[in-house]
């Protein structure tokens, strides 16, 4: 009997602790929450890649709508999202030169017989933009033209030439003669100066000049 007593004492001690399990069981499935995802953050800065051109953003949301709680499951998939925002960025293009232009006119030195002209070009084909380095080099570029141009010469005169046949006044036994010279020697050229001084020159020839006398009769 004690036996049975003793028995029946462990068996309702079982019962009063199953039925305590149960009920924390219960209480505990009435709590679980599984956990949901809030609304997505606005996106993040542009990160552009400049070699490319290309650029990527972010956002993110959180586990909290609601927030997992007594042992309730974590939400499923990324809290991140990425996106593509290649409108935002530049392509990095370094700059190169365009084509010579013609060349200029010709810039003559006459009093050399020299001369210069240039040409250009410029940082433009394409330009430098979005960090890109600018052209390495000149943007002038100077050459001669010397045979455009001509060297200043002055005139200068000839000897004097042989002096003319004499030219005789009979009335009082007088004569000129006149000699030449030209401004050949050289010729002024290439806005050179013309020669300075006369180009004809008269001289006596008295002495090849008689002095015409009239006959007349003695006393």
């Not at 002209?117 to 960090?131: A, E, G, I, N, V």
Request: hydrophobic residues 20%.
């Amino acid at each position: 009997m004690v036996r049975f007593v003793y028995i029946f004492v462990i068996f309702m001690c079982l019962m009063r602790e199953t039925n305590s399990w149960r009920r924390r069981r219960r209480r505990r499935r009435s709590c679980v929450v599984n956990g949901g995802w809030g609304a997505w953050g606005a996106w993040g800065t542009c990160r552009c890649n400049h070699a490319t051109g290309t650029g990527t953003m972010t956002r993110t949301r959180s586990c909290n709508n609601p927030t997992p709680q007594c042992g309730g499951s974590n939400c499923a998939g990324s809290e991140t999202e990425t996106a593509r925002c290649d409108g935002k960025c530049c392509k990095t293009t370094n700059g190169g030169f365009s084509s010579w232009s013609s060349w200029g006119s010709c810039t003559c030195d006459h009093s050399e017989g020299t001369g210069t002209q240039l040409r250009t070009r410029t940082c433009s084909s394409p330009p430098p933009s979005c960090f890109g380095k600018p052209c390495t080099g000149n943007t002038q570029e100077f050459g001669n033209c010397h045979d455009k141009c001509c060297r200043t010469i002055h005139g200068g005169f000839t000897q004097w030439s042989q002096w003319s046949n004499c030219k005789c006044n009979h009335v009082d036994g007088t004569g000129v003669q006149n000699r030449t010279r030209t401004c050949t020697n050289p010729r002024p050229s290439c806005f050179g100066k013309s020669c300075n001084g006369t180009i004809l020159e008269f001289g006596p020839c008295n002495d090849r000049c008689c002095k015409t006398i009239h006959g007349g009769f003695t006393e």
